[in-house]
């Protein structure tokens, strides 16, 4: 059984979810976390882009909700998750070898806890620099780079409420952050 679930929601971006997955592929703790895709009706070649991710990658999973909405997605990769803990990343996330391993850490240092990373929006992954400290924020909590315990989650019966796909982004990443602070798990960050 993986320790962790890394849970992605993409639709029509299979070149970048193509990265992704080559990043995580590459992750130094790897054996210890599973990724599950959510492909959430895609009409590109996203399904023929996991599969092929899966001969090298044994711990990948893809799921199909077809309904275009975000929330959904994450809810059926939450409600699929073997892991103890979730890593929420998006499609367009360039993960570092050390991401999932720097999210587990963080949760073994203290509980319970929400553990977000940085964000460094960049044009493509060649200008992607070192993180620095604008890059973590307590202001605004961005799933794409974000952990919790799948317990702590069933614990509150997070269900991300469905909105339009895009504008509901925001409100899915405002709508996780308080309902998981409200049950009382404190915001940290990992270092990547």
């Known amino acids: ?40 009706g895609s009409t590109d070649d996203t399904a023929t882009v996991v599969h092929r991710h899966m001969a090298a990658m044994p711990e990948l999973r893809l799921l199909h909700v077809e309904d275009p909405n975000r ?61 620095a400290a604008r890059h973590y924020s307590r202001a605004y909590f961005c799933t794409c780079n974000a952990s919790v315990s799948k317990a702590a989650v069933d614990s509150v019966g997070v269900k991300l409420h469905p909105h339009c796909f895009g504008i509901e982004v925001i409100e899915t990443d405002l709508n996780l952050k308080y309902v998981l602070l409200a049950a009382r798990l404190n915001l940290h960050f990992a270092e990547v």
Not at 19 to 35: I, K, M, P
Not at 102 to 109: G, I, K, S, T, Y
């Open 71 to 131: 929330s959904k997605a994450r809810n059926a990769g939450i409600a699929a998750a073997r892991g103890s803990w979730l890593i929420f990343c998006d499609d367009d996330t360039v993960a570092p070898p050390q991401f999932v391993a720097a999210h587990l850490a963080a949760h073994e240092r203290h509980e319970p806890r929400v553990v977000t990373g940085p964000i460094v929006n960049v044009a493509n992954a060649v200008a992607l620099g070192a993180p």
């Open 1 to 40: 059984m993986p320790v962790a679930t890394v849970v992605i929601a993409t639709r029509n971006r299979a070149a970048l979810l193509s990265d992704c997955l080559n990043h995580l592929g590459s992750q130094t703790a790897r054996g210890t976390f599973e990724v599950v895709v959510v492909d959430n």
